[in-house]
Every structure is written in C-alpha cells, then in structure tokens.
C-alpha cells in the first residue's frame, strides 16, 4: 500500500530548487501521522512501477539531490488532477461505459471493497481516511 501524508501545495512543484512547498490532504487541518491515508495496491505490475519509482527517489534522496526533506522526494512529480482526468477519460473512449471521473473511481472502490467484505466498512473507512463512519457510507453504492 501507499501512504501519503500531504500533497504539493501547486501543481508546478517542484521549485527550481528542487523544493516542494507541502499542503494537508484534502479535509485535514495539519500535515499529521493520524492524518494519512491508506492506498492499498493490488496489481503486481503497479506495485512493480512503484518500487521502481521509490527506488529512483530514493536514490537521489541519498546523493541529496533536493536536499535532506523527504518531502521533496516525489513518486509522481508532473502528474495532476486534470492530466489524470484526461488519462481517464481516454480510457472510456470506446468503451461501452459512461466515463468517470478519478472521484467516481473512489466511490467505486468503496463499494466494491465494502462488498468483498461482505457489508463490513470499517475497512473501507479506514483505507479511505474517513473519520466518520457516515461519510463511509455516503461513498458505498450497494
């Protein structure tokens, strides 16, 4: 799984100093330990891509290329919201399916992970970083 803890605070991160000015995640107040949240990853080929990412940053975090925060060490630089839209949207194309949004996908996620648990959300509430169960439920579609 993926944790992240913040995101970029601008999509033209990073600086020409290789600095990454840093936000909370969306519905957090402070960058927090108790404010990650959980991406699991299932595929092998897409575990693969990021240990492979991971490693690369790794190693120009031990040459200290950008300096010593690991913050500005990131696995996916020059993606942002709207070239994962697009990327998205491409992939509908032809496709017998009504396109959806990057959101859409994290509704469906929740659902179908709340069916392979046979109707039990505290997981899903936990791997989506909800702190209250309600919001869990407004994701589940069932």
Known sequence: HLVLYSQ???STAPGK??????????HRKRIEPRGNRLIPVFDKRTAEILVRRFNE??????????????????????IDK????????KVYQGLPFQP?????????????????????????KH?????????????MHL
């Open 8 to 10: 970029p605070a601008n």
């Open 100 to 124: 959806k949004s990057p959101h859409d996908c994290r509704h469906t996620f929740c659902t179908n992970l709340v069916a392979a648990t046979e109707g039990h959300n505290f997981l899903a």
């Open 57 to 78: 940053q790794a190693k120009l975090f031990k040459e200290s290329l950008y300096g010593g925060d690991k913050g500005n060490y990131l696995l996916f630089g020059a």
């Open 127 to 139: 791997v989506l970083g909800h702190s209250d169960a309600k919001t869990t439920e407004n994701y």
């Open 17 to 26: 100093d290789g600095s990454v000015k840093r936000k909370p995640l969306k």
């Open 82 to 89: 709207n070239r994962i839209s697009n990327k998205l949207r």
